[in-house]
């Protein structure tokens, strides 16, 4: 019996030391020509052409890291260089704090524009964008930037599963530059997308699923006796 208590104290001592975040995870996204919108893309409509990965970094902060398989962000015509949507509807959820933290380069190129109701043909309309338009629209808008990183940051709380679909089912859109053509891609699946992620277990709760088991078989083991 001692055996058994000193087990449930270690178990417990465990849980209450692992840091609640450690369940954290990323979601991942697929940016594709997923409407042929542009044809001249060639077999795009199958390929990656980028990904878009979500990290929560803490309970405030959630990172976006979008790494394009084309050659660079653009921005043109009324295209946004990059889009995405955030759910507004919930109590506190605003005002979002949007930064630019990479690369170096891409701080004075890029700009966040909250103005709601952002087309980017044909993916829909989008409620936050980055623009890029200080050298002009045209191929050479961002500056050849292909990778980029942006923070969000709530001070009511913020989860991946803030960011959310529109109308048509897209989560993010990019306007860019492929095969010396420019055109828009979206997101509108991923790897893992929040809307069909299971959840991941706390590590707290597998220690007290732990201690239950173990109280489920000393309860057995006593009515055996």
């Known amino acids: 019996m001692k055996k058994l208590n000193s087990i449930l104290s270690s178990l417990l001592l465990a849980g209450s030391f692992i840091p ?61 260089a990059f889009a995405f949507n955030l759910d507004t509807t919930q109590s506190g959820a605003s005002p979002f704090g949007i930064t630019v933290t ?13 103005a709601l109701n952002l087309p980017n043909v044909p993916y829909g309309i989008f409620n936050y964008s980055l623009d890029c338009t200080s050298s002009g629209h045209g191929a050479n808008s961002c500056k050849g930037i292909k990778t980029l990183t942006l923070n969000v940051y709530n001070p009511n709380g913020i989860d991946v599963s803030d960011f959310t679909a529109n109308a048509l089912g897209y989560f993010f859109s990019a306007d860019v530059l492929y095969n010396g053509l420019t055109g828009t891609i979206g997101a509108n699946f991923g790897i893992d997308p929040p809307s069909s992620r299971a959840p991941v277990p706390e590590p707290a709760t597998i220690a007290l699923f732990g201690l239950g088991l173990l109280g489920a078989g000393l309860a057995r083991r006593r009515k055996s006796k």
């Open 20 to 80: 609640a975040g450690a369940a954290n995870a990323s979601v991942i996204y697929d940016l594709t020509d997923a409407l042929n919108h542009n044809s001249s893309f060639g077999s795009s409509v199958v390929n990656t052409l980028g990904t878009v990965t979500l990290n929560q970094s803490d309970a405030n902060d959630v990172s976006i890291l979008v790494q394009l398989a084309a050659t660079a962000f653009v921005d043109t015509g009324s295209h946004n």
């Open 102 to 114: 990479a690369p170096s380069s891409a701080m004075t190129v890029f700009t966040v524009n909250s």
